[in-house]
């Protein structure tokens, strides 16, 4: 009876860590060719949308992913690849507002407030990618995150039709998003069981212009 539990364990064990490599390479393998690094190589879209995150970690610190997309979506603007943006970000409640703190980063670091659109509603990724397609009309984007989150978003955004291109922000040290890069392996994983199952945002709501 042990051995027999243990065979299973050992097989579940083998199954998930399966998932996980094949969901890794299938999400890296359909997003490569719309991923960017370079400023200058990446097309121009009208609209691009910055993935939400804390703007402060639980210690108080400012969070690195965020300033760094910050600092992303801005050489977009700047440089003219995109005239407006979309934030959209985890608004769960009053004292916790992605959204307006991307849209404060973003005034002080010059953008007109007329080209920032607010997305409270960007509570996954899924939810971001759907809302901009749905909600916002927007059938092409740049998206704006860390490599490792753009791949995801993409994927996303392939599977509603959408057309996205990826900016990449700049990424932190290996010892700093640690436990995020963990918590992506199994996010992949989450992203395929989504797909398959059509999984839908919360929120869609009425549609608003951009």
Do not use: C
């Amino acid at each position: 009876m042990v051995k027999k539990a243990l065979l299973v364990f050992s097989l579940l064990i083998i199954l998930v860590i399966s998932l996980l490599i094949l969901s890794d390479w299938y999400v890296r393998t359909m997003a490569k060719e719309q991923l960017y690094t370079n400023l200058n190589a990446i097309p121009s879209s009208r609209v691009g949308v910055v993935l939400g995150t804390s703007k402060y970690l639980k210690s108080g610190q400012e969070n690195l992913y965020f300033s760094h997309r910050i600092n992303a979506a801005v050489e977009l603007y700047k440089a003219g690849k995109i005239q407006k943006i979309i934030v959209s970000g985890d608004n769960r409640h009053k004292s916790y507002n992605e959204p307006l703190e991307m849209q404060k980063s973003l005034l002080e670091a010059g953008v007109a407030k007329k080209d920032i659109v607010l997305d409270y509603a960007g509570l996954r990724t899924l939810d971001s990618m759907h809302r901009a397609k749905f909600v916002f009309g927007q059938d092409e984007i740049i998206i704006i995150s860390q490599k490792f989150h753009n791949e995801r978003a993409v994927v996303i955004a392939q599977s509603i039709q959408l057309n996205a291109y990826a900016y990449n922000a700049q990424d932190v040290s290996v010892s700093y998003g640690l436990k995020t890069k963990l918590r992506e392996k199994f996010a992949r994983t989450k992203l395929i069981l989504d797909l398959l199952f059509n999984k839908q945002p919360k929120f869609l709501g009425e549609k608003e212009e951009v």
